[in-house]
């Protein structure tokens, strides 16, 4: 049995068709990957904090109809004891080397460094994905995929192909040749011997 983790964006682009400038492209390739997991009955996790950002930026009348299909759709894994004992050992990794996570644009990184409240968070969601026991995790995100190294492997969103695009390379045209005109078929000769 396949167990997968999520990340916010997957969902985002998946669940809501949200994406920011530029990665609209994401939007297909997360909802074909999410077809696919439910294609292929693979168990999906979705850790609490993921969830809660999820959920930030969900319509107040529609958080309940969202927290529904996650509970039918997904497992919500929790940050439990042993997630925070694997959250120790990559904060520690994290905070023993300064540049493990190096200076990435975007809003979450201040000053050229990306602030603790940011890692923490997501020490978290890899953490939960380790006790998990997830055989990989779903991200385009470059910091759970820093943290992660090592640990657990962080898969790109698979690339989605237009059904013409299978069919680009035009197939060799063929050419009709007539060796000759059709030869009769000879009908059989009744016996009026009897």
Known sequence: MSLYCLDNMVLGWGLKSVASPGQEGMID???FLLDELARKA???????????????????????????????????APFDALAA???????????ADPHLCPKYPGPCVVNGRIPKPVLK??????????????????????HIRTIAQGMVPVLDLPEVKEQGELFAAQPPKLRIVRTAEPMPVPLPVEDDED
């Open 29 to 31: 390739r997360a909802r």
């Open 42 to 76: 693979a168990t999906v996790i979705v850790p609490a904090p993921v969830l809660t950002e999820f959920l930030h930026n969900v319509a107040v009348n529609e958080k309940s109809a969202f927290l529904a299909m996650f509970e039918k759709r997904f497992i919500v």
């Open 85 to 95: 004992a694997q959250a120790d050992k990559l904060w520690l990794k994290v905070k």
């Open 121 to 142: 968070y997501d020490v978290q969601i890899v953490a939960i994905a380790m006790a998990q026991k997830v055989d990989a995790i779903y991200s385009d995100d470059p």
